[in-house]
């Protein structure tokens, strides 16, 4: 989206208590608040954090100040008190176009390098974050990367999600990943109109997928993505059928077909530590 507002703001605080869907977490972190990718089915359009914003979702985004500094400083506290396992990102995504000059997620990552938690998961739909690999391999098996793909059909891609990276463009970072023993999974979050040949573009990648959708995964049985008007998109496009509690089935039985059933998570277990 052009023309986004970019602001600095200067948070109190940058470690949230992990709850709800995330509840297996100790913690959430956001580097930044709004998400330039602007996708048509984000949930964090109807979420406080952007209805009571007088901004389209997309359009604006809040870099966090001194995000690195107040995380040394929590961190330690919060390791003191038991596990300390951490989401990356919940309401925006950690390596959004303004990544690119700003390095907020790279200075966090930093400084979990040298104050480790136990556990990290990155989630992301940007191949920025190959940038980072380097500080991935620092944190060894304490760290997951979960790469959204949603369909492997680039046509829909630009469809549901025109601002966002390019499908290969993704690919192609999954490959980087593994050729440097990150571990990483492929999550088809919320799983949009795909082919057949999805699980075995993804099979040599990843040894783990995660699929997920709208019922499932946006916190309120789906009432959260009818609200911002998605069941339009589908019918538009003549795919009403992808549209319905039981489409995720469809995706999942394709690749238990490729991939041993184990390596293939639905909805929450899938993001768990």
Not at 228 to 245: C, D, Q, T, V
């Amino acid at each position: 989206m052009a023309n986004e507002t970019y602001k600095r703001t200067h948070p109190k605080t940058i470690l949230n208590k992990g709850t709800g869907y995330l509840s297996g977490y100790s913690h959430t972190l956001n580097p930044y608040a709004g998400c330039s990718f602007s996708c048509s089915y984000c949930y964090v359009r109807q979420m406080p954090i952007s209805l009571f914003r007088q901004e389209a979702w997309g359009s604006w985004v809040d870099i966090k100040q001194d995000a690195a500094k107040l995380l040394r400083k929590e961190l330690a506290i919060a390791k003191r008190k038991g596990p300390v396992t951490i989401f990356m990102s919940t309401s925006t995504d950690p390596y959004q176009p303004v990544e690119h000059k700003e390095g907020v997620t790279r200075s966090l990552l930093e400084a979990m390098v040298d104050e480790p938690p136990d556990f990290l998961f990155v989630q992301t739909r940007s191949p920025l974050v190959r940038r980072d690999i380097d500080l991935f391999a620092q944190l060894g098996d304490r760290v997951r990367i979960s790469m959204t793909i949603e369909t492997d059909i680039e046509d829909i891609r630009k469809q549901f999600t025109p601002e966002a990276p390019p499908i290969a463009a993704r690919l192609k970072t999954l490959q980087l990943l593994r050729d440097a023993g990150i571990p990483a999974q492929a999550t088809i979050a919320p799983i949009l109109p795909s082919s057949e040949m999805f699980p075995k573009l993804l099979k040599p990648l990843v040894n783990r997928v995660c699929i997920d959708d709208y019922y499932m995964g946006d916190g309120s049985g789906g009432k959260r993505t009818k609200s911002i008007g998605m069941e339009s998109i589908y019918a538009r496009l003549g795919l009403e059928n992808w549209y319905k509690p039981d489409a995720y089935r469809f995706v999942y039985d394709r690749f238990i077909e490729i991939f041993p059933a184990e390596q293939v998570y639905i909805s929450q277990r899938g993001f768990e530590p």
